[in-house]
């Protein structure tokens, strides 16, 4: 593996796990998702070399070309919108998705998974702020919805997933990861539902959600550079 990679690596489960230490969190309380978008196969064949077993894609087109090529044994994770046209080919490379972001798009998916005998992990993507330009439940859609979807045979829901909006500094985007982690408890008491999943906190600000209760941190270009979109 390039040097500067593993260096990388090494340096964010170092961070991540000191941020577990600080917050008084177990060791094993939040999980590293690789994000390995637009990094060719043999790049991301380094990293499992390496040991590492976790990865999120955020097209399933790019995972279909990639992860056929690539040794068996690694979790796939899709963490972009999920397009209904392309839910049948994302089943079953994808074991987690954490890009479900309507009732009408997690009934569609289960009821696929149901038929080709999966049975994914999902977390439920929220709009916090209510942007425009980026999908995703409103608080008020799961507090109306959240039952059905949890009852839902085909996914196992483990959770919420958020985005925040773009911030500045990685402290400006603590509270959007306070505030999910709050949803997140209102909507298990409220509901009686368990929801021990929070998708949250990416290359710039990971330690900030962890601090706030991130079970997963989703980071690419901490770890690989800069992504090149052109290549
Ligand atoms: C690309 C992407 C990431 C990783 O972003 P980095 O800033 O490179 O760590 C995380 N989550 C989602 C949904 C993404 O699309």
Same mark, same amino acid.
């Given at each position: 593996?390039?040097?500067?990679? /593993? &260096?990388?690596? =090494?340096? #964010? ?5 000191? !941020? ?6 177990? $060791? ?12 060719? /196969? &043999?790049?991301? =064949?380094? #990293? ?5 077993? !976790? ?6 087109? $790019? ?169």
């Amino acid at each position: 593996m390039s040097g500067v990679i /593993a &260096e990388n690596l =090494a340096k #964010v489960k170092q961070q991540l796990a000191e !941020a577990l230490i600080r917050s008084g969190r177990g $060791e094993d309380d939040c999980e590293l998702l690789v994000v390995s978008k637009t990094w060719p /196969a &043999e790049v991301v =064949a380094e #990293v499992i070399d390496a040991g590492h077993r !976790a990865f999120g894609e955020n097209k399933v087109q $790019e995972g279909m070309e990639k992860i056929p090529s690539l040794p068996q044994g690694v979790r796939w994770h899709l963490i972009g919108h999920l397009q209904r046209n392309k839910v049948r080919k994302a089943l079953p490379l994808f074991g987690t998705l954490h890009g479900i972001d309507s009732l009408k798009l997690a009934r569609y998916t289960s009821n696929l998974a149901v038929e080709l005998g999966c049975h994914p992990d999902v977390y439920l993507q929220v709009n916090l702020a209510g942007e425009e330009r980026k999908s995703g439940f409103s608080p008020d859609d799961l507090r109306r919805e959240l039952e059905e979807l949890d009852g839902l045979d085909g996914l196992n829901v483990l959770g919420l997933m958020c985005i925040p909006p773009a911030v500045a500094c990685p402290e400006d985007a603590r509270p959007w990861f306070a505030r999910l982690r709050e949803l997140r408890d209102e909507l298990e008491s409220t509901s009686g539902l368990s929801l021990p999943g929070l998708s949250m906190g990416m290359s710039g600000d990971y330690e900030a959600a962890i601090e706030e209760g991130s079970t997963i941190v989703r980071v690419g270009s901490a770890i690989f550079g800069a992504r090149n979109y052109a290549v």
